[in-house]
């Protein structure tokens, strides 16, 4: 386990790695940026420009992209209200009035912490051992719900 843990580590810590992500964050924000452009039509129209990556450099693009277009759509919410995407669109409630009050850096700010500390507890929580007290429910069956939910295909 923990040598898996460490070959993951070092996969991502490889310079070309780093900066498809970069390059895909980067991106993904100023896509999400974008009113009715989200992440599912950023990653479609760029899926033939990583062909001739490596896969896990291609991955890697697509993957910031998506998650960075979460938050970008974010930015036109709390400046405009009007949401980028369609995940921001409570952000309009309590992002823009913040704005309005002359502080955007401010409500900027908070919804790219909240954005980036829910993508680590998600991310965190994905195969925790919380997942195995699914398995007190009748059946068994909410771990499989679990594991289903959050795309983990280990029903052992």
């Known amino acids: 386990m923990i040598e898996l843990l460490l070959e993951s580590l070092m996969l991502i810590a490889r310079w070309d790695v780093a900066i498809a992500l970069l390059i895909g964050a980067i991106g993904g924000v100023i896509i999400g940026a974008i009113p009715g452009v989200g992440p599912a039509v950023a990653i479609a129209i760029l899926l033939p420009a990583t062909y001739k990556l490596e896969p896990l450099v291609g991955l890697t693009v697509l993957l910031g992209i998506y ?7 974010a930015i036109p919410a709390i400046l405009i209200n009007t949401p980028g995407t369609p995940v921001n669109a409570l952000t309009t409630y309590d992002g823009h009035p913040i704005a309005r009050r002359g502080e955007p850096r401010r409500a900027l700010s908070l919804a790219y912490s ?3 500390i829910g993508g680590i507890i998600s991310t965190g929580d994905i195969d925790s051992p919380w997942a195995d007290l699914g398995g007190s429910c009748v ?5 499989v719900h679990y594991r289903s939910r959050y795309g983990t295909g280990s029903f052992q």
Do not use: E, P
């Open 67 to 73: 998650g960075a277009a979460l938050y970008g759509g």
């Open 114 to 116: 909240a954005s980036f």
């Open 139 to 143: 059946g068994g069956y909410g771990r």
